[in-house]
């Protein structure tokens, strides 16, 4: 077999271990560096040093190096800890709680203070699971218990908790960052409308729904409604903070005074004076955000070093030419392109997760942008739209097993798979809208930065 064959094979054979269930960052690592030792092999062993002189061992050491001292990276476990510092003070449950009475003269109230909440939370946290599994636990019974289709309902804190990835400051952001070599705070800028866009026609479509099918969502009924002082109370107490430690965070990054990391490091420290606020700073709540955070962090740091070594390898082989002649053969037009790039990831996200996607995946789109003369911060945005689907597209939806998970026999997982589907198609309008009104993405980076040139 020729080089960019055992390439081909290697991808293929990756694909398959991952849908048997095999672990995606040990996988990644195992096959970068058994592939890589044949690519990298030089004959003539004799000895056990000669088998151990190979530069797939010096590739994974430098790749293991430059993971752990870059600077854009270093602000993944300050926003994880942030997020996991709030989520215990429980400041999540008094705002969906202020929210839903907040909302109640609406259709669906509920559904759309799960989705607010959602949105609100998933930028202090981004981490889907934990977004969704929280909700699952705070916001699914008590919509259960007021009447709401389960279906109806599950499908909201899915598509809900998967904003996290897209809005700022989503953690799927920095990782394109560091793999794109793009300006983060361009990115935070582009991100901001598409992901306020995505989450007001989820609430569009959950309101016009509930109008014209009430009994998927019943309203509340009179005796379960607080005075008003005690709403607006609670709604102040919980949602301003919390709104306010994001604001902060973020203007801190989109107006240049703090790089991410450093506007990470005072939103985990900011986190912390929430908790204290809130009179929730114990000792074994801080123990276990410190522990849930470095796990996430290890998780990802693998994660990086597998899918930096296989990338590496699969290049080194061929991988990338071959798909890019491939793609390049076709003659397309940039819309086709960019069509074909994001079907593909689509389909991607079946099997895959968006960290394996964006790490393996998109690098080999990367270098075909200038020959369609396609803005990168604007491909970024549609793949990060994109890359919404690989939570919500059965049967690998994931934020459908993280609520399966927490709700068990509750509900029945083809339920919530059907629960979701209507988000789904919301997402790909989104990218429809996107790609017909690229200002949407692209101009707040533009204003506050000045136009990009490529």
Same mark, same amino acid.
Request: hydrophobic residues 55%; charged residues 10%.
């Given at each position: 077999?020729?080089?960019?064959?055992?390439?081909?094979?290697?991808?293929?054979?990756?694909?398959?271990?991952?849908?048997?269930?095999?672990?995606?960052?040990?996988?990644? +690592?195992?096959?970068?560096?058994? !592939?890589?030792?044949?690519?990298?092999?030089? &004959?003539?062993?004799? $000895? *056990?040093?000669? %088998? /151990?002189?190979?530069?797939?061992?010096?590739?994974?050491?430098?790749?293991?190096?430059?993971?752990?001292?870059?600077?854009?990276?270093?602000?993944?476990?300050?926003?994880?800890?942030?997020?996991?510092?709030?989520?215990?003070?429980?400041?999540?449950?008094?705002?969906?709680?202020?929210?839903?009475?907040?909302?109640?003269?609406?259709?669906?109230?509920?559904?759309?203070?799960? +989705?607010?909440?959602?949105?609100? !939370?998933?930028?202090?946290?981004?981490?889907? &699971?934990?977004?969704? $599994? *929280?909700?699952? %636990? /705070?916001?699914?019974?008590?919509?259960?218990?007021?009447?709401?289709?389960?279906?109806?309902?599950?499908?909201?804190?899915?598509?809900?908790?998967?904003?996290?990835?897209?809005?700022?400051?989503?953690?799927?952001?920095?990782?394109?960052?560091?793999?794109?070599?793009?300006?983060?705070?361009?990115?935070?800028?582009?991100?901001?409308?598409?992901?306020?866009?995505?989450?007001? +026609?989820?609430?569009?479509?959950?309101?016009?729904?509930?109008?014209?099918?009430?009994?998927?969502?019943?309203?509340?009924?009179?005796?379960?409604?607080?005075?008003?002082?005690?709403?607006?109370?609670?709604?102040?107490?919980?949602?301003?903070?919390?709104?306010?430690?994001?604001?902060?965070?973020?203007?801190?990054?989109?107006?240049?005074?703090?790089?991410?990391?450093?506007?990470?490091?005072?939103?985990?420290?900011?986190?912390?004076?929430?908790?204290?606020?809130?009179?929730?700073?114990?000792?074994?709540?801080?123990?276990?955000?410190?522990?849930?955070?470095?796990?996430?962090?290890?998780?990802?740091?693998?994660?990086?070093?597998?899918?930096?070594?296989?990338?590496?390898?699969?290049?080194?082989?061929?991988?990338?030419?071959?798909?890019?002649?491939?793609?390049?053969?076709?003659?397309?037009?940039?819309?086709?392109?960019?069509?074909?790039?994001?079907?593909?990831?689509?389909?991607?996200?079946?099997?895959?997760?968006?960290?394996?996607?964006?790490?393996?995946?998109?690098?080999?789109?990367?270098?075909?942008?200038?020959?369609?003369?396609?803005?990168?911060?604007?491909?970024?945005?549609?793949?990060?739209?994109?890359?919404?689907?690989?939570?919500?597209?059965?049967?690998?939806?994931?934020?459908?097993?993280?609520?399966?998970?927490?709700?068990?026999?509750?509900?029945?997982?083809?339920?919530?798979?059907?629960?979701?589907?209507?988000?789904?198609?919301?997402?790909?309008?989104?990218?429809?809208?996107?790609?017909?009104?690229?200002?949407?993405?692209?101009?707040?980076?533009?204003?506050?930065?000045?136009?990009?040139?490529?």
């Amino acid at each position: 077999m020729t080089d960019p064959q055992v390439a081909i094979l290697m991808l293929c054979l990756f694909i398959v271990l991952v849908l048997l269930g095999f672990p995606i960052a040990f996988t990644l +690592l195992a096959m970068g560096v058994g !592939f890589g030792y044949y690519a990298y092999y030089q &004959g003539g062993a004799e $000895t *056990l040093s000669d %088998l /151990l002189n190979n530069n797939i061992f010096y590739l994974l050491n430098q790749n293991t190096y430059s993971v752990m001292e870059n600077d854009t990276l270093v602000a993944i476990p300050l926003f994880l800890f942030m997020g996991y510092v709030v989520e215990r003070a429980n400041i999540v449950n008094r705002l969906f709680y202020s929210l839903q009475m907040a909302a109640r003269n609406l259709p669906g109230s509920m559904a759309i203070a799960a +989705l607010v909440t959602c949105a609100v !939370f998933s930028t202090a946290s981004g981490i889907v &699971g934990a977004v969704v $599994t *929280l909700m699952g %636990l /705070l916001a699914f019974p008590a919509m259960a218990s007021a009447g709401y289709d389960k279906k109806f309902a599950s499908g909201v804190i899915c598509a809900g908790g998967t904003l996290g990835i897209l809005i700022p400051p989503s953690i799927m952001l920095i990782v394109y960052a560091a793999i794109a070599e793009l300006s983060p705070l361009r990115l935070y800028a582009a991100a901001m409308f598409p992901g306020l866009l995505l989450a007001g +026609l989820y609430i569009v479509y959950v309101v016009v729904r509930v109008y014209f099918q009430p009994k998927i969502a019943p309203k509340p009924r009179e005796e379960d409604v607080p005075p008003a002082s005690k709403i607006y109370f609670e709604l102040l107490i919980s949602f301003v903070p919390l709104t306010v430690l994001i604001a902060t965070v973020l203007g801190s990054i989109l107006g240049g005074l703090a790089t991410p990391a450093e506007a990470a490091a005072m939103g985990a420290l900011g986190g912390l004076v929430l908790a204290a606020i809130y009179r929730a700073l114990t000792w074994e709540k801080v123990k276990e955000s410190v522990f849930l955070t470095a796990k996430a962090t290890a998780m990802v740091c693998w994660l990086f070093i597998g899918s930096w070594t296989f990338a590496s390898v699969f290049s080194y082989l061929g991988g990338h030419d071959v798909i890019e002649h491939w793609v390049l053969s076709f003659n397309l037009e940039p819309w086709q392109f960019l069509i074909l790039v994001q079907l593909i990831i689509f389909v991607l996200g079946w099997p895959l997760e968006w960290s394996e996607i964006l790490i393996i995946f998109v690098p080999i789109f990367l270098p075909m942008l200038d020959n369609f003369g396609v803005n990168p911060y604007f491909f970024a945005m549609l793949v990060a739209l994109n890359l919404q689907t690989s939570f919500l597209t059965p049967p690998m939806a994931m934020s459908a097993y993280y609520l399966k998970g927490v709700l068990k026999n509750q509900i029945e997982l083809m339920d919530i798979f059907k629960g979701i589907l209507p988000y789904l198609g919301i997402v790909i309008f989104s990218m429809v809208m996107l790609y017909q009104f690229p200002g949407i993405a692209l101009w707040l980076p533009d204003y506050l930065f000045g136009e990009y040139v490529q």
